[in-house]
Each structure stands twice: as C-alpha cells, then as structure tokens.
Nanobody, 128 residues
Framework: QVQLVESGGGSVQAGGSLRLSCAAFGSADAIYSLTCMGWFRQAPGKEREGVAAIYIGGKSTYLADSVKGRFTISQDNAKTTVNLQMTNLKPEDTAMYYC??????????????????WGQGTQVTVSS
C-alpha cells in the first residue's frame, strides 16, 4: 500500500508562485515500484482535471495546456517525491490539488491513466 502526502498549498495573489510537494510512503517495494506521479485539480462545481505527470524521474512529462509555461513538474532523486512549481498563478488555478501515483507504462502515464493511489489534497487559492 502507498500513502501520498501533499504539502505546500496556500493563498496567493495573481502573479504569485507556490510549490506543491507530494511524498510517497509505504514499503520499499511499493514505493520504489511506482512509475508515475502527478497532479490533478478540482475547482468547485467542476470536474477533476489532470494538471501534470512525470514518468520515472523525468523520462517523460505531461503538462496541461492551461499550465504550460507556468508550471513545472519534477521529481527528487529517490523518485519518491514529486514537486509542482507553479508560477504566474491565475485566479482560475484556484482548486483543490491532488497528488496521484501508479505503475503505468510511459504512454499511460502521459495520458493520465495512472491514478492507483491518491493523496488527500491541498488547497490552492489565487486572488485577483
């Protein structure tokens, strides 16, 4: 079993920056076998949408069109923590951000088909 713990959410003004982190916890076999980690978000009244994903330490990444050029996804050397650096934040980025992880193929990862495990979520609020 894998547990995902997010941190780094908060409130900022438009144009500001935040860095979200997600750490995976569990047995060594469970966490080191993960091949994909990423972020989804859900705003009030809207469906959950994929934001970013990273496959095995950066061999492949995905960023939603709405965040390209503003968000960057990265992973630590141990490949157990994924970070989402968010810059030039906009009010429309306001949402609950959820970390997800799984063991998909590269193609499944960048197609956002990897949500075997979920974190509890961290709130990001951007004011205009």
């Amino acid at each position: 079993q894998v547990q995902l713990v997010e941190s780094g959410g908060g409130s900022v003004q438009a144009g500001g920056s935040l860095r979200l982190s997600c750490a995976a916890f569990g047995s060594a076999d469970a966490i080191y076998s993960l091949t994909c980690m990423g972020w989804f978000r859900q705003a009030p009244g809207k469906e959950r949408e994929g934001v970013a994903a990273i496959y095995i330490g950066g061999k492949s990444t995905y960023l939603a069109d709405s965040v390209k050029g503003r968000f960057t996804i990265s992973q630590d050397n141990a490949k157990t923590t994924v970070n989402l650096q968010m810059t030039n934040l906009k009010p429309e980025d306001t949402a609950m951000y959820y970390c997800a992880a799984g063991r998909p193929t590269r193609e499944e990862c960048t197609a956002l088909k990897f949500t075997r495990y979920w974190g509890q979520g961290t709130q990001v609020t951007v004011s205009s």
